[in-house]
């Protein structure tokens, strides 16, 4: 069975708007311009420390997790290779507790704003977490999916050659041999053409 799996931050789910709403709650964050996340965390970092981004990471990966846009083509998709046979899961190294901010399980939060979008019950493998990126990164060598999705760098440098790597929605525009980038999830569907 051909088998497809995806990061979830930054990828499945979109902080984008968990931003913007993080920015009207909190006054000090208002003249802060920009919704892109790495933008902002060098700006909060700048303005106010790193603690202080570590504990407003927790907040967004937690109470702010239900304001994650989940882009609906990601779920024609899903809906697509269910269709096809197509194994899918999600494999994400999120920690289980922020290290600062709320004490909420940020993987609860997570599984709970998949099953309102209706995702968790599309993918055939489900949501799969690791602590570290050391984890996450043997685990998918491990099980091999023929195509994993990230919008890390470092997590596909890590990866199989055997495994077509896709960086999604990344401002990285140069070009490199050990994956392709990807800017919406209309673009997978070319890498869906093969057969193992």
């Given at each position: 069975m051909n088998y497809i799996a995806f990061d979830l931050d930054n990828t499945?789910?979109?902080y984008e708007t968990s931003l913007h709403q993080l920015k009207l709650d909190r006054v000090e964050l208002q003249e802060?311009?920009?919704?892109?996340?790495?933008?902002?965390?060098?700006?909060?970092?700048?303005?106010?420390?790193?603690d202080y981004w570590t504990e407003l990471q927790g907040f967004?990966?937690?109470?702010?997790?239900?304001?994650?846009?989940?882009?609906?083509?990601?779920?024609?998709?899903l809906n697509y290779l269910e269709s096809n046979q197509w194994q899918t899961s999600i494999i994400s190294h999120k920690t289980e507790?922020?290290?600062?901010?709320?004490?909420?399980?940020l993987r609860d939060c997570s599984r709970d704003r998949l099953?309102?979008?209706?995702?968790?019950?599309l993918l055939t493998d489900g949501v799969h977490f690791f602590d570290?990126?050391?984890?996450?990164?043997?685990?998918?060598?491990?099980?091999?999916?023929?195509?994993?999705i990230d919008d890390l760098v470092e997590i596909l440098d890590l990866l199989s050659n055997e495994i077509t790597r896709l960086l999604f929605?990344?401002?990285?525009?140069?070009?490199?041999s050990n994956y392709d980038l990807i800017s919406d999830w209309r673009s997978v569907y070319k890498y869906l053409k093969f057969e193992v």
């Open positions: 499945v789910l979109d802060i311009s920009t919704n892109n996340k790495v933008d902002f965390k060098l700006r909060v970092i700048a303005e106010f420390g790193e967004l990966y937690t109470e702010y997790v239900a304001y994650t846009r989940i882009d609906p083509k990601f779920i024609e998709l507790f922020p290290y600062m901010g709320p004490k909420l399980n099953q309102a979008a209706g995702i968790e019950k570290t990126k050391k984890e996450k990164v043997e685990f998918i060598n491990l099980v091999k999916p023929n195509i994993y929605n990344s401002t990285n525009t140069e070009r490199n």
